[in-house]
């Protein structure tokens, strides 16, 4: 699993300015799951999506739109492997159609 938890050119989680948002982003947040929470709730409700709201530019680095602050989803999955900052280990779990 670990090739692909590494950071890359593209899904760069080890970029300072990203590493510095995660911990900004997760202060007061304990367990993996809250950290998990916290990261994906910015991300959707922050980051502007590029269509939607006829943003520029064309982002796809995680450091990219978090500086631009707009992506497309795409863009925005790669900003959400802040997560990775972590190194959490979650498990998927069941969908509750209860909820």
Known sequence: MEPFLRATEIIDWDN???RSKALELTKGT???LGIAQRCFEWVRDK???SSDYKRNPVTCAAS????AGT???????????????FELR??????????
Not at 71 to 85: D, E, F, M, V, W
Not at 90 to 99: H, M, S, T
């Open 16 to 18: 300072s300015l990203v």
């Open 30 to 32: 304990s367990g993996d």
């Open 71 to 85: 992506g497309y989803c795409y863009a925005k999955s790669h900003l959400l492997a802040i997560q990775r900052c």
């Open 90 to 99: 979650l498990r998927p779990r069941k969908f509750d159609q209860r909820l």
């Open 64 to 67: 990219e739109v978090l500086a």
């Open 47 to 49: 980051v502007l999506h």
